[in-house]
């Protein structure tokens, strides 16, 4: 059975940093796309980055773009959302997806095959 479980969440500060663990569990994840999505109070799930399946390639949302970023470790079959200088509109809970396999690394929610169960991030002023 596939798993997904994220880790890191937490309470910060306005300016404060966190790191997000998303390892993956049932099977091996080195042939897909990994990605981060996160649900704001109030909004649709949006995606945050996602990064190919080398590592080699990796996407940002225009709002965390210079502060996120995300990698990935083949050998742990996890990836990684390092978050630096986060303010209130980062706050909401944060969830990690990967696919079956394949070179595409978008955005589209449906393209991703598995799911974690998300975890809180609250930046607090």
């Known amino acids: 059975q596939v798993q997904l479980v994220e880790s890191g969440g937490g309470l910060v500060q306005t300016g404060g940093s966190l790191t997000l663990s998303c390892e993956a569990s049932?099977?091996?994840?080195?042939?897909?796309?990994m990605a981060w999505f996160r649900r704001a109070p109030g909004k649709e799930r949006e995606a945050v980055a996602t990064?190919?399946?080398?590592?080699?390639?990796?996407w940002y949302a225009d709002t965390v773009k210079g502060r996120f970023t995300i990698s990935r470790d083949k050998a742990k079959n996890s990836v990684y959302l390092q978050m630096n200088n986060l303010n209130a509109e980062d706050t909401g809970v944060y969830y990690c997806?990967?696919?079956?396999?394949?070179?595409?690394?978008?955005?589209?929610?449906?393209?991703?095959?598995?799911w974690g169960q998300g975890t809180q991030v609250t930046v607090s002023s």
């Open positions: 990064i190919n399946y080398t590592g080699g390639q990796t």
């Open positions: 049932g099977r091996n994840f080195n042939n897909s796309p």
């Open positions: 997806a990967t696919a079956q396999q394949g070179f595409w690394y978008g955005t589209t929610q449906s393209g991703y095959d598995y």
